[in-house]
């Protein structure tokens, strides 16, 4: 049993930030590679950014320069911190793990409900 609970999302106006939480909870033994996918209406899910359980990170070229990803491994918890944000960022965004389960050793790949980010004036 495991859970990626998200929170963060809102309405912001253009050049705004918001930052994204999303914290993981159940049998956890450890997580590897997190990130954040985001979805807009009659779009495909795409990657926003991923980032290692050593810290390497990747990221979207939409977003380069305007977002960072960052974890805290001790709260189980990645973020997204998102500046300068725009309309066309205006999605739903959902966070991933990939969780490997205590005792079994097993690696999921685990989705967060998605959280709504409006970018609107």
């Known amino acids: 049993q495991v859970q990626l609970v998200e929170s963060g999302g809102g309405l912001v106006q253009p050049g705004g930030s918001l930052r994204l939480s999303c914290a993981a909870s159940g049998s956890i033994f450890s997580i590897n590679t997190m990130g954040w996918y985001r979805q807009a209406p009659g779009k495909e899910r795409e990657l926003v950014a991923t980032i290692t359980s050593g810290g390497s990170t990747n990221y979207a070229d939409s977003v380069k320069g305007r977002f960072t990803i960052s974890r805290d491994n001790a709260k189980n918890t990645v973020y997204l911190q998102m500046n300068s944000l725009k309309p066309e960022d205006t999605a739903v965004y959902y966070c991933?793990?990939?969780?490997?389960?205590?005792?079994?050793?097993?690696?999921?790949?685990?989705w967060g409900q998605g959280t709504q980010v409006t970018v609107s004036s």
């Open positions: 991933n793990a990939a969780v490997i389960f205590r005792y079994s050793g097993v690696s999921y790949n685990h």
